[in-house]
């Protein structure tokens, strides 16, 4: 089965082998993906070459999405090679790690407004630019965390989450006309670069680990596949959702007082 032959998609967000973009990113080659990577700089550069050369992939852009031209050319640059886009992963997030711990009442006006631009705004700067290249429909897909309840020491990027939760769902409302599905997938903690900056980080693997209905953590393969579903045919009746891949932890009202020690 090649649930995605013939089609093509640009992954955004891969930064090492234990990067989420990452896990779906090798669940879509085996499903015959032909895929272009974007990576932030050139320290990113040198680890995310050698990876999409493991997928065959050919193309690889600099793209800091701070910057709106870098966004653009981005697109542009897919344009040229490609003419067309199937889809597109947006597995970005960013926050000053000194405001990953402690209060949220402590955000400065800085940090909230540059996490802000990198892990919300910025997918919906790359939908417009990818709607332009999907003539006949596509599928976008982003990465969110636990946005409706508070998580200790999440804080701006819980507002930040909550904030792309809601873009998913009007970009869904503009693009549903044009055939081009926006969804998003809620993820389990998963210990990857972007999570170890969150305060307390291990104590919140255990917590999943303990307390989702499934007794234990996801990791970026459960991802993939459920992005690779998300992202197909298979889902082509599906739009303006978030998807939780938490091992049902979202559904717990309270731990079992059994499992607290
Ligand atoms: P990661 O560190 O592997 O990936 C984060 C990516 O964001 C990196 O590739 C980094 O280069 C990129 N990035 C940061 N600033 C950028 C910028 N200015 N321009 C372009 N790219 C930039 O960590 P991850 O956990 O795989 O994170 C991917 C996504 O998954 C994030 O949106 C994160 O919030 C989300 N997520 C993570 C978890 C988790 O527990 N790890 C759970 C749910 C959701």
């Given at each position: 089965?090649?649930?995605?032959?013939?089609?093509?998609?640009?992954?955004?967000?891969?930064?090492?082998?234990?990067?989420?973009?990452?896990?779906?990113?090798?669940?879509?080659?085996?499903?015959?993906?032909?895929?272009a990577?974007?990576?932030?700089?050139?320290?990113?550069?040198k680890?995310?070459?050698?990876?999409?050369?493991?997928?065959?992939?050919?193309?690889?852009i600099?793209?800091?999405?701070?910057?709106?031209?870098?966004?653009?050319?981005?697109?542009?640059?897919?344009?040229?090679?490609?003419?067309?886009?199937?889809?597109?992963?947006?597995?970005?997030?960013?926050?000053?790690?000194?405001?990953l711990?402690?209060?949220?009442?402590?955000?400065?006006?800085?940090?909230?407004?540059?996490?802000?631009?990198?892990?919300?705004?910025?997918?919906?700067?790359?939908?417009?630019?990818?709607?332009?290249?999907?003539?006949?429909?596509?599928?976008?897909?982003?990465?969110?965390?636990?946005?409706?309840?508070?998580?200790?020491?999440?804080?701006?990027?819980?507002?930040?989450?909550?904030?792309?939760?809601?873009?998913?769902?009007?970009?869904?409302?503009?693009?549903?006309?044009?055939?081009i599905?926006?969804?998003?997938?809620?993820?389990?903690?998963?210990?990857?670069?972007?999570?170890?900056?969150?305060?307390?980080?291990?104590?919140?693997?255990?917590?999943?680990?303990?307390?989702?209905?499934?007794?234990?953590?996801?990791?970026?393969e459960?991802?993939?596949?459920?992005?690779?579903?998300?992202?197909?045919?298979?889902?082509?009746?599906?739009?303006?959702?978030?998807?939780?891949?938490?091992?049902?932890?979202?559904?717990?009202?309270?731990?079992?007082?059994?499992?607290?020690?």
């Open positions: 089965m090649s649930l995605l032959k013939d089609k093509k998609g640009l992954i955004m967000g891969v930064a090492n082998e234990r990067s989420i973009a990452w896990g779906i990113s090798k669940k879509l080659a085996n499903e015959g993906a032909e895929l990577f974007t990576y932030v700089g050139e320290s990113l550069k680890r995310v070459i050698p990876l999409a050369d493991s997928l065959g992939s050919k193309l690889t600099d793209c800091n999405v701070e910057n709106e031209q870098q966004i653009k050319d981005t697109f542009e640059n897919i344009k040229q090679k490609w003419g067309n886009i199937d889809f597109v992963v947006h597995s970005v997030a960013f926050s000053d790690k000194s405001e711990s402690g209060e949220y009442l402590g955000t400065s006006r800085h940090n909230f407004l540059n996490s802000m631009l990198i892990s919300c705004f910025s997918f919906t700067e790359v939908a417009r630019e990818a709607a332009d290249l999907m003539k006949k429909g596509g599928s976008l897909l982003t990465l969110t965390y636990e946005s409706t309840r508070v998580i200790p020491n999440y804080n701006v990027m819980g507002v930040c989450k909550s904030a792309l939760e809601t873009s998913t769902k009007y970009l869904a409302r503009d693009l549903g006309k044009k055939g599905r926006v969804n998003a997938i809620s993820a389990g903690p998963i210990k990857t670069l972007a999570a170890s900056a969150i305060g307390d980080a291990k104590f919140l693997y255990k917590w999943n680990e303990d307390h989702s209905l499934l007794k234990r953590n996801v990791n970026i459960d991802v993939g596949n459920s992005a690779l579903y998300l992202l197909s045919d298979l889902a082509a009746g599906v739009t303006g959702e978030i998807h939780y891949v938490d091992a049902g932890y979202n559904k717990v009202g309270m731990p079992d007082p059994k499992n607290i020690s």
